[in-house]
């Protein structure tokens, strides 16, 4: 099976397992305690149904969105995922190339592991900072700076992973930043030789955001969730929130808004947009799907922010379904980190072109040129 | 397992699975993206249920309904299909045939493997004829004054095709038209020896409709979505559709309407029927289902134009509900299209008989005597 063979998600995602140390695989793939909201998440998306206007005329598709003030070619974009660089050794630099090719929003994760200097100085698309609001109060101040210096457009602060999530998948496989070898994910890397070849050789691993500050999950290996639990400040209030908006003083956004109370909350404290999310299962197992809770977030605050549907997508037609409903754009996380591990910045660019191939495609067939075109009279729930 | 060993829609497909290459199979069988609105296709039959009266003399029940100005023998015809003729030598002949004995519609694509000419020659039945419309406009015109001379009844013009859909199976099987052997297809081939002879041995293969206008699809090896893509008119729009059904100036069913607004639009433009079709999950995916979006079309427009439920009928119950909720007449693809692979004129003629005698019966078992007598009330949602 090579790169040429997947046409879709779960083929990038048969090909990601094939490459990837199982304790890593399992990382992306995996969700909280039994994987309920993960697939929702997805499962959501299939109990409406698309209506299809016909002989509309639609020789030329025009897929641009403005969010944030920023026009994108696509209306979906990258969302900021931790560690790419255990991945795929091309890691950040691949998905943020990619990103550039395609003219779409490059989300990084505070847990990235290549640094926003580097980022900035490689590509010119739009580009999202997502932020860990940490214990150490100096480490906020210096990320906000480092940031703001290195131009990027948006800040968005997650607020759903206020403690680790309970991912039993990588209690199992014992997986931990920087990779440790236990007894059970020895076998794993070892059959897995090019993986490891590349990351051995391919630079250190690192987190550049984090490190002058914190060794854990750089120098000391340490779980995500345990990093959550033990780094981030608990404590952290609206009045945080709202006082880091003010500091950034650029488009700012909540990651992981479910409520329609906070969404109208977000939007007092200055807030720009929302992405309605849960962490993509990873996070409260239970929780309402993206998707299903859309609608409510539209009606409440969809004139005044940019609302982002965000988890579970993994097809055009997901995306028609969230846009057409009120969101101003998707975005997503393993749409593009199986792309990744699969085979680097020439996976992600054949991730994304898919995608874009089927959006195009898809909103012919539904008889609409502009992403304006879509709204829920092209929607039917099913009874 | 042979023909007569077919009872219902699941063992004419597993028949023609032994008996077709893998890739054909495929064809006909696959459908978009996930496939989820072919499943759904069939099963929004299941979420109503059939409430029979009893007791009403049904004695022999009469099925004949009116579609197209015709009288047909039963509520269900053939709607039309591409390439036959990989589906069994005799493609289009063999279904034009049956369609004729059992007293029904036959239906014949732009895509179809033999003529306009031909099949008026070997079929004296009532026959439709599906248009695409090509960049090249005078395709359509010649192709709609062919089916004129040629005695053809009614015509449909396929809309919900502008762009092919993603039809993933296709890419894996490497399917293109005329067949071209890949190195995974070659061992499906290879394994079906018979299904090779007859296709070597038997008239060329061609897209007898348009191979005078082009090469595509006959000559060379083309994906069926590169020639949809690269033949098929995306500016297609309301005035195109008018102009053909002038043109025809007979019934004129559009393919492929699924929205309340673009069904009033159809009766506006003078359409006398529409097709309430998905293209059987084959084109949008997450598309609904003509059976769940039926009653919202038929409250619309019922009365003002004939609407023919088209996709993932099965049964003979399938039928009867659709009727129930106001459509005048039902069609299928895939279910003829097995029963072809399985076993050509006979295959298609046995399935039809199967068909009708589940109409025939269930319509005895629900108390109605007349296609008439299927309304609302024989219906209740879960
Ligand atoms: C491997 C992985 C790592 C992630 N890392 C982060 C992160 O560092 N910060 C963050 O806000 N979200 C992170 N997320 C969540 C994504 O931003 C996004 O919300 C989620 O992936 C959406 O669900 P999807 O994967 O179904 O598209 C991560 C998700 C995955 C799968
Ligand atoms: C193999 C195959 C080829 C088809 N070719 C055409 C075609 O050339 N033109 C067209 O309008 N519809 C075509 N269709 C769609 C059918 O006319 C019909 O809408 C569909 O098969 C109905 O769904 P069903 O297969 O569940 O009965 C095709 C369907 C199949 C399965």
Known sequence: MGLKDCHNFSDFRKLAKRKLPSPIFHYIDGAADDEVTYQRNTEAFNEVDLVPNVLRGVENVDLSTTIFGKKLDLPFYCSPTALQRLFHYQGERAVGKAAQKFNTMFGVSSLATVSVEEISSMIDTPKLFQFYYHKDKGLNNAIVERVKAAKFDVMALTVDTITGGNRERDLRTGFTSPPKLTLSSLISFAIKPMWGINYVTRGKFELPHLQDHVKEGTSTATSVGNYFSTMLDQSMNWKDAENLCSKWGGHFALKGVMSVEDAKRAVDIGCTGIMVSNHGGRQLDGARSPFDQLAEIVDAVGDKVDVICEGGIQRGTHMLKALSMGAKACAGGRLYLYALAAAGQKGVERALNQYRVELERDMKLMGCTKISDLSRKNLRFRK | ?382
Request: net charge positive.
């Open chain 2, 1 to 382: 397992m042979s023909l007569k060993d077919c009872y219902n829609f699941d063992d004419f497909r597993k028949l023609a699975k032994r008996n077709l290459p893998a890739p054909i199979f495929h064809y006909i069988d696959g459908g978009s993206d996930d496939e989820a609105t072919l499943r759904r296709n069939t099963e929004a039959f299941s979420k109503c249920d059939l409430v029979p009266s009893i007791l009403t003399s049904v004695g022999e029940p009469d099925m004949t309904t009116e579609v197209f100005g015709e009288k047909i023998k039963m509520p269900l015809f053939l709607s039309p299909t591409a390439m036959q003729r990989l589906y069994h030598y005799d493609g289009d002949k063999a279904s034009a045939r049956a369609a004729e004995k059992l007293g029904t519609f036959y239906s014949m694509s732009t895509m179809a493997t033999t003529s306009i000419e031909e099949i008026s020659n070997v079929s004296g039945g009532p026959k439709m004829f599906q248009l695409y419309i090509h960049k090249d406009k005078g395709l359509t015109d010649n192709l709609i004054d062919r089916c004129k001379r040629s005695g053809f009844k009614a015509m449909c013009l396929t809309v919900d095709t502008v762009v092919a859909g993603n039809r993933e199976r296709d890419h894996r099987w490497g399917f293109t038209t005329p067949p071209k052997l890949t190195l995974k297809s070659l061992l499906s081939f290879a394994t079906h020896p018979m299904w090779s002879i007859n296709y070597l041995t038997h008239e060329k293969f061609q897209l007898a409709n348009v191979s005078h206008f082009t090469k595509k699809g006959s000559s060379i090896a083309k994906g069926v979505m590169e020639y949809i893509n690269e033949q098929y008119d995306p500016k297609m729009n309301w005035q195109d559709a008018e102009y053909c059904i002038k043109r025809w100036g007979g019934p004129f069913a559009i393919k492929g309407v699924m929205s309340v607004e673009d069904a009033k639009r159809a009766v506006e433009i003078g359409a006398s029927a529409i097709m309430l079709s998905n293209h059987g999950g084959r084109q949008l995916d997450g598309s609904r289902s003509p059976f769940d979006q039926l009653p919202a079309i038929a409250e619309a427009v019922g009365g003002k134009l004939e609407i023919i439920l088209d996709g993932g009928v099965r049964r003979g119950t399938h039928v009867l509900k659709a009727l129930s909720l106001g459509a005048t007449a039902c069609s299928f693809g895939k279910g003829y299209l097995f029963a072809l692979g399985a076993g050509g004129q006979k295959g298609v003629e046995a399935l039809l008989q199967r068909m009708h005698d589940e109409i025939r019966r269930d319509m005895i078992l629900l108390g109605c005597k007349t296609i008439k007598d299927l309304k609302k009330t024989n219906i209740a949602y879960r």
